[in-house]
């Protein structure tokens, strides 16, 4: 039954196979299903809530563990059941999405916990948080050898693309698994098969180094322009929709000039995604000059207290630097 629940959610979406990647065209982007799906969420954090209430709110059979329990607990009151242990949450799943800190806490508690072992036959583990590709490719291969199927499928767009079911899904491993993970993915935004095990984990880095640099280049863009006279505001308006527009100018230069550095995704985050860039860009031979200045940028940061800021907090570090406090 269980199975059959799955095969007859993938049934309603058609497959384009191309260059080694896959495309789905989903004939309701909301796809629902009359029989629910079991399915574990580890890592009950800014993102593995908002992201288990959407499983909840879409009817699924939600199964959460969290280290810390009371994180967790909330999540009762929408109908899914919060476990003391993530061996007991995965029990009979039919998915199993990864929520954790870090690949050696992913290895941790699937490996060293017993949560391997404790999946049933065929399931398939999403891991959805931000690790290197090369742990990721040593997660499938030892869940391969149990029997288990893998996607390394870590995301973009923070907390709000989380809670609105818009993030960006980049997903690594079998076309056939992300295939049956689709009904998943289009309940949390839009995904993209980018090719074998790991490369999901090289396009999210490849966005986190977009990301931090871009930061980086409006942050300094706008105190330059600050510092000369101008109005970091009306500078930011008067570039909007020019070629210098992205969603970092409109969103992350806004909390720039409203000086609102609440974290949605923090520093310190920012930097250990970058570290994880440049430790993968030594293994494949890749000079990558601008991230290894960034990544020093970030890391003087957070030296100087502002890790729990939000990535945007650069702009405090770079500030300081200029005596624009």
């Known amino acids: 039954m269980q199975r059959g629940a799955a095969s007859s959610l993938t049934g309603s979406v058609s497959e384009n196979v ?6 789905i065209a989903a004939k309701d982007a909301t796809m629902t299903t009359t029989t629910p799906l079991r399915i574990a969420v ?36 929408l109908g899914a059941t919060v476990h003391d242990t993530p061996a007991d949450a995965v029990r009979g799943a039919d998915f199993i999405i990864s929520l954790l800190e870090n690949g050696p806490a992913v290895d941790q508690v699937l490996f060293e916990m017993g949560t391997a072992q404790a999946m049933r036959a065929g399931a398939l583990f999403i891991d959805m948080a931000s690790i290197q590709p090369r742990e990721a490719r040593d997660h499938a291969a030892r869940l391969d050898e149990m029997g288990l199927a893998h996607l390394d499928a870590p995301v973009s767009g923070g907390t709000v693309g989380a809670e609105n079911g818009t993030l960006a899904i980049m997903a690594g491993g079998r076309a056939q698994d992300f295939a049956r993970a689709q009904p998943l993915f ?31 280049a409006v942050a300094e863009a706008l105190l330059f322009a600050a510092k000369g006279g101008a109005d970091m505001a009306k500078v930011r308006e008067a570039i909007g929709g020019g070629f210098a527009d992205s969603r970092i100018l409109q969103l992350h230069g806004q909390r720039m000039v409203d000086r609102d550095f609440a974290p949605r995704g923090r ?7 970058l570290d994880n860039a440049l430790v993968t860009a030594r293994e494949i031979g890749f000079d990558a000059p601008i991230t290894t200045l960034f990544e020093a940028l970030y890391k003087d940061g957070i030296e100087h207290g502002l890790g729990q800021l939000d990535h945007s907090g650069l702009f405090v570090e770079l500030a300081s630097r200029n005596a624009m406090q």
Not at 49 to 58: D, G, S, V
């Open 267 to 273: 520093m310190t985050v920012q930097l250990k995604d």
């Open 42 to 77: 580890l890592g009950i954090g800014m993102m593995g809530l908002p992201m288990a209430r959407r499983l909840c709110a879409a009817g699924h059979r939600v199964h959460a563990w969290n280290r810390t329990r009371a994180k967790a607990d909330p999540l009762a009151t």
């Open 18 to 23: 191309h260059d080694g990647g896959i495309k």
């Open 186 to 216: 289009a309940i949390f935004g839009r995904a993209t098969h980018v090719g074998p095990h790991g490369a999901g984990q090289l396009a999210k880095l490849a966005n986190q180094m977009i990301v931090g640099i871009t930061i980086g």
